[in-house]
């Protein structure tokens, strides 16, 4: 939602938020998840959420 509405650096703390509270669970859903989002922010290159 946030990349559709040119906020690639609100998008990129919602993902590390997410990926924060998915460590450790594995599930095909939460890999779903993760693989839209480096999906998704591909477009902005391999720097593009650097913490």
Do not use: F, Q
Request: glycine share 12%.
């Amino acid at each position: 939602m946030c990349l559709k509405r040119g906020g690639s650096e609100r998008a990129c703390a919602t993902c590390h938020r997410a990926l924060d509270h998915m460590d450790g669970v594995r599930s095909n859903r939460i890999g779903n998840a993760v693989t839209g989002m480096r999906n998704d922010l591909t477009a902005y290159g391999p720097a593009a959420c650097d913490a």
